[in-house]
């Protein structure tokens, strides 16, 4: 998902991941709920099927790059305000329970701010039932006629199903018919008129192509994770046992029936799945009996009224739905005896507790820590997920920090393993969620990233398809002919056949009347008769009586034989009572030894993330000191480079000291020379000289006139930039002035001030003036050696640099200074054209001491001019 945003920072290239399994993506979708009054301000607009757009609200502007900020964000399908709970239920989680019902696992679970209407999308509303009992309601829909009886599918405590034969599950079913007070609520009981109205779905959606050879058995739990603690909501315990009860001193009472609920731990089954240990899973045969099971959890539930929802959920709700099926035998008629054919698949369908912030809710005391735990929940969801979509798409290999919390715990195997999972985002369009769901689409945003393996299709059972419906037809088939043939013959009809076939086997009786005292013939026909079923009744009775003989041998071998058979079984019976017994012992040693493991698991979890917290402060210390050292080496590189800029000028500068020297002190050794030169021809002219004339001084004007040849300094070494020939005045009138005045110059009462001519007058030298005008002057002033006020009037030529700037070559110095006429006068320079060499030298230096400043504007700053000092100081005189 993409929005409309200024560029992104750069991302490494994608990896293709190692497992070469296919993946889908989470599905996101987007759900907007109608604001509660028409007159409320509305921050988001439905752009499309696919796309929202929130914008700030009135008084809340973000501004990037002087432009008004509206961002769009882009989902796999967006519902708005007037989308009913059908047509969010077919695109939704309809799939989801197609996938369940073939044996594939399935999460759903709603996110959002506080009262964004997550609980109204998963519960629905008297009269428009939500996702739950829509799936439930299609659930069996589709499995009704193919259900199996009740405790068929027995789960057992490691999140697995056995399958039992008719009679164990006909034993236990009168169990539970004989005990006063069911547990789980019958099929047949009155439906709560609380939630009749959620539950009369009249779509009567179902699953096309469902498998008529299996059985299918559905299970459902309900828990919620509150206080990043596991509850069960289907646990028999009296309502709201967190609350004692007090008594007029104001005391609890302690009551010894009384048991608080226990928390539920999290375990890992051989599947790799996670399932809570010891929590209620009710076999349910309707969707009534499995809402009513729901609303019972749902009463349990923690809400409470914030000042942001009357009925805020405090915790998250995870309902669970297991579907158990089986294949049939061959004959079609009992459930196949295998327990690896066994098809377990769940469907979960989760209420996420809403984000809120305590400024706006004014939690205080338990909603604040309950606002907290939500809150620490949420984040650490967001950051697995952030961690899993980094190492799918860059092949890091990331931990994901699932257990920081029991919801990211649960639903652990749903991202690592197989499934397919949805969320349905929930937002709220009033103004003031603004900052709140801006929040929610950036989630949303990242986690359609994610991708999760796609489910892998169970094996197909090796039996003849169809076999149900076969078995049924048969038996029909043969009702039928046994009908035509006159019905079949029941068990009486039988026992009452049995001795009228012996009494039709003995001969007829005569007529036993004696009408005549001679009759001779009817005595003798029935002594006969007499005789002859006397006869027949010896022989019945010895075919009885060995009859009876060969049942009583048999009867003895098969007594024989069962005993013997008893004592068999009974020796194996012992045995595998004995192999349980060690099985049992050896799963409780790795009962504790798999909690050992998973507390030391747990130490080292800890261990690894101060580690990982350790050398990510180390690295952060690292990177610091190394660019703290390379910002030591570049100052020490610029220092270099400084230091050895000022001994090269240091060096210039004395050997030119050192020149000046060495001329003045050949200068005064020549006057000396000069000196004596002159004493020794005097000397010379009075020893020479007749005494009668009289000696005549030699002049020295004469002298003087005769130049001497002296050693002259050398002239300074010309600078790198050429020097423009210097003009006393201006060239044209035309030309144009840069009056640089400093603030910091003090005015002065002199009656001859210098007045320039189309003059820019500035504070301070800038590009944009100094681009207009071809001549340049600064006004500087300092206090002379007689107190008095000098000012200086340094002029110069402006013109381009190769870099595009300005530059200022400075040509010239006018000196302005008041003295006072009591003062002591000073000449600047000597008045006699006949000076010394000295002069000469000092003559030079002042020039380069009036032309050694130059400014110079830097192409392209934004920092404005720069200066730049070009020379050396005056140097003094020895």
């Known amino acids: 998902m993409k929005a409309a945003r200024m560029r992104t920072p750069w991302r490494p290239v994608p990896k293709k991941p190692s497992n070469p399994c296919v993946r889908d993506p989470v599905g996101v979708y987007c759900r907007v709920r109608p604001l509660s009054r028409p007159d409320q301000e509305c921050c988001i607009e439905v752009i499309d099927e696919t796309t929202v757009q929130i914008h700030p609200p009135e008084g809340y502007r973000i501004f990037r790059n002087g432009e008004y900020r509206e961002t769009q964000y882009s989902f796999k399908e967006v519902f708005g305000t007037l989308v009913a709970q059908k047509q969010l239920f077919d695109v939704v989680a309809k799939p989801l329970v197609e996938d369940l019902i073939r044996g594939r696992n399935g999460l759903l679970f709603t996110y959002g701010v506080t009262g964004s209407g997550k609980t109204h999308t998963m519960t629905g509303s008297p009269g428009d039932g939500g996702l739950l009992p829509r799936c439930l309601d299609m659930i069996f829909n589709s499995i009704g006629p193919f259900q199996a009886k009740r405790f068929v599918f027995k789960l057992d405590d490691k999140n697995g199903v056995d399958v039992q034969c008719e009679v164990d599950a006909l034993l236990e079913r009168q169990k539970r018919d004989a005990m006063p007070i069911p547990k789980t609520p019958l099929g047949k009981r009155q439906i709560d008129p609380e939630f009749a109205d959620m539950i009369n779905v009249q779509d009567h959606c179902k699953v096309e192509d469902v498998d008529e050879d299996n059985v299918y058995s559905v299970f459902v739990s309900y828990i919620e994770i509150y206080n990043n603690y596991i509850y069960d909501l289907l646990e028999e315990a009296p309502f709201e046992p967190i609350k004692p009860k007090w008594n007029n001193c104001n005391t609890p009472v302690r009551n010894g029936d009384f048991i608080p609920p226990q928390s539920k731990t999290l375990r890992e089954d051989q599947n790799h799945n996670m399932y809570v240990t010891g929590c209620t899973e009710v076999e349910v045969k309707s969707t009534e009996e499995a809402f009513e099971v729901f609303w019972r959890g749902q009463k349990k539930r923690r809400i409470a009224n914030t000042q942001l929802n009357r009925e805020s959920s405090r915790s998250h709700s995870v309902f669970m739905i297991k579907l158990a099926q089986a294949p049939l035998d061959a004959d079609g008629d009992n459930v196949l005896q295998d327990k690896e054919q066994i098809t377990l698949s769940q469907l979960s369908l989760v209420d996420l507790a809403g984000s809120e912030r305590t400024n706006r809710t004014k939690a205080e005391g338990n909603r604040l820590r309950e606002a907290g735990n939500i809150n620490q929940s949420l984040m650490t969801l967001r950051t697995c997920l952030e961690v899993l ?182 020796g194996k019976l012992s045995e595998k009572e004995r192999t349980i017994a060690g099985q049992k ?70 050997e030119k000291e050192c020149e000046r020297r060495v001329a003045a002190k050949q200068l005064e050794m020549q006057n000396k020379l000069w ?204």
Request: glycine share 4%; hydrophobic share 30%; net charge positive.
């Open 389 to 570: 979509r980094e190492n799918q798409m860059y092949g890091t290999n990331k931990m994901v920090p699932y257990r920081d919390c029991k919801l990211t715990h649960l639903f652990k195997n749903y991202f690592d393993g197989e499934g397919k999972v949805r969320m349905i985002v929930c937002v709220n369009p009033k103004a003031e969620d603004y900052e709140e769901s801006l929040q929610v689409m950036r989630f949303a945003e990242m986690a359609q990233e994610v991708e999760v393996a796609r489910p892998t299709d169970r094996p197909i059972c090796a039996l003849t398809p169809g076999r149900r419906f076969r078995n049924q037809d048969f038996r029909e088939e043969l009702q039928r002919k046994l009908e035509m043939r006159g019905g079949p013959i029941n068990e009486e009809t039988e026992e009452q056949a049995v001795p009228e076939l012996l009494l039709q086997n003995f001969p007829p009786w005569p007529s036993c009347e004696l009408l005549d005292i001679n009759d001779d013939q009817t005595l003798p026909k029935l002594i006969e008769v007499l005789e002859k079923r006397h006869k027949i009744r010896q022989l019945l009775s010895e075919e009885i009586a060995q009859t009876v003989h060969a049942f009583k041998a048999a009867l003895q071998d098969f007594e024989s034989s069962v005993a013997s058979n008893k004592n068999y079984v009974q």
């Open 585 to 654: 012992m050896e799963l409780e040693r790795l009962e504790k030894k798999i909690k050992t493991l998973e507390y030391k698991i747990h130490i080292l979890e800890k261990t690894t993330t101060i580690y990982e917290e350790d050398k990510r402060n180390l690295q952060q210390e690292l990177e610091s000191k190394s660019q703290q050292l390379q910002r030591q080496a570049s100052d020490k590189r610029r220092m270099e480079a400084r230091l050895q800029g000022m001994v090269t000028e240091t060096s210039v500068k004395w």
């Open 675 to 878: 000196v004596k030169d002159e004493k020794l021809k005097q000397l010379k002219a009075i020893v020479t000289e007749p005494k009668n004339k009289k000696p005549e001084r030699p002049s020295r004007m004469r002298d003087r006139e005769k130049p001497v040849q002296r050693s002259v300094s050398p002239p300074p070494a010309p600078s790198a930039p050429p020097v423009r020939l210097r003009h006393r005045r201006s060239r044209s009138a035309g030309e144009r002035w840069v009056d640089h005045k400093p603030p910091s110059n003090v005015p002065t009462e002199a009656v001859m001030q210098p007045q320039v001519p189309h003059a820019i007058t500035v504070a301070a030298a800038s590009e944009k003036a100094l681009a207009k005008c071809d001549k340049y002057m600064l006004t500087h002033q300092e206090l002379a050696s007689d107190g008095e006020i000098e000012t200086k009037l340094i002029k110069g030529d402006v013109f381009k640099t190769r870099g595009g700037g300005q530059a200022v070559q400075f040509t010239e110095i006018e000196t302005l200074k008041q003295e006072s006429p009591t003062g002591r006068k000073r000449r600047s320079s000597p008045s006699n054209p006949d000076q010394p060499e000295d002069a000469a030298e000092s003559e030079w230096t002042d020039v380069e001491t009036r032309c050694s400043v130059a400014v110079e504007m830097r192409a392209g700053s934004a920092l404005g001019p720069g200066y730049q000092h070009h020379a050396q100081p005056k140097r003094r005189k020895p």
